[in-house]
T-cell receptor, first 113, second 109 residues
């Protein structure tokens, strides 16, 4: 069974730039959720995709957007990067959205200069 | 008041000790409760997933949920140095999962 994989592992960007992060879900899972984890904090829910549709969103501005593809992999896009966007971005996959247990990848560490 | 409160520690115990980790929450809509373990530079790893009030045991780990008090606990028996990590409680209502800030645990040989 293949787990959740994320790419890249590290990324450095400057303010105002745009970034795309990628996630491959665990085999058999059709739901992907994205989280932002600041240093010393718990992950914060950004949004969830279920069968290629957004299925819930946390308190993040519209410059955070996403996609899910027919193979259930997903992208997180962030436009107009700000210094506060520096964080670990985690992807989690699960089955059929809702209340199923979520399994995480190791994340992408994004640094904004 | 935060929706999920978790003592950040740090917590340091000798090898073999029983560890108790706790979280409280304010939103009674949460129906599912989880504990994750996160090693440095890694993603959270699911340890326990529970729904109802009561106890659930898995090896050296026991998860306890008290919905009436809005309080959940994780007990680790016979703690090992390999248990040294940050432990995150999490609560789920449909697709919205909320985490505590995490408790940093060190188990000393």
């Amino acid at each position: 069974e293949t787990g959740v994989t994320q790419s890249p592992t590290h990324l450095i960007k400057t303010r105002g730039q745009q970034v795309t992060l990628r996630c491959s879900s665990q085999s058999g899972h059709n739901t992907v959720s994205w989280y932002q984890q600041a240093l010393g904090q718990g992950p914060q829910f950004i949004f969830q995709y279920y069968r290629e549709e957004e299925n819930g969103r946390g308190n993040f501005p519209p410059r955070f957007s996403g996609l899910q593809f027919p193979n259930y992999s997903s992208e997180l896009n962030v436009n107009a990067l700000e210094l506060d966007d520096s964080a670990l971005y985690l992807c989690a996959s699960s089955l059929d959205g809702g209340n199923q247990p979520q399994h995480f990848g190791d994340g992408t560490r994004l640094s904004i200069l | 008041q935060k929706e999920v409160e978790q003592d950040p520690g740090p917590l340091s115990v000798p090898e073999g000790a029983i560890v108790s980790l706790n979280c409280t929450y304010s939103n009674s809509a949460f129906q599912y409760f989880m504990w994750y373990r996160q090693y440095s530079r890694k993603g959270p790893e699911l340890l326990m997933y529970t729904y109802s009030s009561g106890n659930k045991e898995d090896g050296r780990f026991t998860a306890q949920v008290d919905k009436s008090s809005k309080y959940i606990s994780l007990f680790i028996r016979d703690s090992q140095p390999s248990d040294s990590a940050t432990y995150l409680c999490a609560m789920l209502n449909n697709n919205d999962m909320r985490f505590g800030a995490g408790t940093r645990l060190t188990v000393k040989p």
